[in-house]
């Protein structure tokens, strides 16, 4: 093992939560969630589908209490639409590097 190899933990995510949102919706909705092995489940599909996975234990534990298709309460839309606009913004970044 060389010095500069990266160790990751073998140890599944505590939970995972998946959101949905689209032109016309009120709120973005609860498509998938799931804890340990499930969550890393949902985790590498996503990656595997090229979605941005984001890490943020705090919102996690704010939305696993939801149900599948539910939408996300008014409490949560600043923090969601946060995290959309931060998507979005690297989803432009790699269309403009794909350009070049």
Do not use: C, F
């Amino acid at each position: 093992m060389s010095d500069g190899e990266n160790i990751r933990p073998t140890t599944p995510p505590a939970a995972a939560v998946a959101l949905r949102y689209e032109k016309g919706d009120d709120a973005p909705r609860v498509v998938a969630k799931g804890r340990g092995l499930l969550a890393q489940m949902i985790i590498e599909k996503a990656k595997a589908a090229g979605v941005y996975v984001h890490e943020s234990p705090e919102l996690v534990k704010l939305l696993i209490g939801l149900e599948l298709d539910e939408r996300i309460p008014p409490q949560l839309y600043v923090a969601v639409a946060e995290l959309l606009a931060w998507v979005y913004r690297i989803e432009e970044e790699a269309r403009r590097q794909r350009k070049m």
